[in-house]
C-alpha cells in the first residue's frame, strides 16, 4: 500500500469535519480534487470509508477502524517534520559580527572559542574594519550587531554598553625581560609633560577624546607620528618610538610587547564599549549570551 500525507490529512479532514467542500477549502484544493483523493484511498485499502448524504458525510466500519491510525500516524509525521525542522534551522542559523581590528585580533579568538564549544551548530562570522565601517555594516543588515567604541548614538542604531575602560599610558619597557603581562601601575597625567608621545591618526574618535585630556597640561594640539591600528602602534612603542595613550581595553595586545602600562589618574577618565544593533531588527536569538560571554572575558 502507497498512502501519501496528503491523503491521510485529507480523510482526517473530511472525519472532522463531515463535509468535502469545508475539507477542500481547508486543504486549498477543489471539491473534485478532493473526491479523486479519497476515491483514490479507498481503492488502495478495498473499502468505502464514507457514508455520504446530501446534509453529511459520515464514517462507515472501515473508516472507523482507520481514523485512529491515520491520527497516530500523520502525528508522528508532522513530529517528525517538525524535529527535522528545527535541526535544519540550527543547521542555519548564523551570528554575524562586526568589530574593530583590535577586538577581533585581541579578544574575539577566545570569546569566539568558548561560544563555539557551547553552540557548536552556529555559524559566526567576523567582519574585521574600523570603526566607521562597523556601524556601516550594522546600518545595512550586513552584520548583526557591532563592537567597538561608539562616541554617539546615531539615528535607527541602538547602542548598549557592555563595559568602560580608563585610559592608559603605554611606554617602552625599560631594561631587560621579555613580553608578556606585566604589573599596570597609575600614573598622573602630569608625568607626560616631558615624554615623547605618539598616537592614533588625529581624526580618530578615540584620539579626539585622548588630546582632549593631554590639552589639560598644553599637549592637545601638538603633531606627532600616528599610527592606524592598535597593533601597530603598541609596537611602535616597543620599539622606543615614543609613549601613547589609549584605553585600558589594550591590555591584552600589550602583553605581546615590552610595554609597561599604567592607568592615568588625576583625573581617570574612561570610553565606554558599546554593542550596536539596528534598532526595529529583530535581535538575534543568541546575541545577548554571545555578549555576556565577551564582558565575562574582557580585561578589567
Known sequence: MNYSFRQLKAFLLVSELGNFTRAAERMHITQAGLSVMMR????????RLFNRTTRNVSLTVAGEKLLPAAQA?????????ASISDIGAQARQVLRVAATPLVSSSLLPEVFGVFHRKHPHVGLQLHDDDLGRVHALVESGDADFGLG??????HGIERTLLCSFSLMRVAPLRGEGAPGPQPVGRVAWSALEDETLIGLPRDNP?????????AKIGRGN??????????TLI?????????????????LACRHHRV???????????????????????????????????VSLLPR
Open 235 to 251: 609596537g611602535m612603542v616597543a620599539a622606543g618610538m615614543g609613549s601613547t595613550v589609549i584605553p585600558s581595553f589594550a591590555l
Open 206 to 214: 578615540i584620539q579626539q577624546f585622548v588630546d582632549s585630556n593631554l
Open 260 to 294: 609597561a602600562t599604567d592607568i592615568l589618574v588625576e583625573p581617570e577618565e574612561s570610553l565606554g564599549f558599546y554593542r550596536i544593533n539596528k534598532r526595529g531588527r529583530a535581535k538575534p536569538e543568541l546575541m545577548a549570551e554571545f555578549s555576556e560571554t565577551l
Open 149 to 154: 567604541f561608539f562616541f554617539k548614538a546615531a
Open 222 to 231: 601638538e603633531e606627532r607620528a600616528s599610527f592606524r591600528y592598535f597593533d
Open 73 to 81: 500516524a500523520l502525528g508522528h509525521l508532522e513530529q517528525a517534520a
Open 40 to 47: 483514490e484511498l479507498e481503492a488502495q485499502l478495498g473499502s
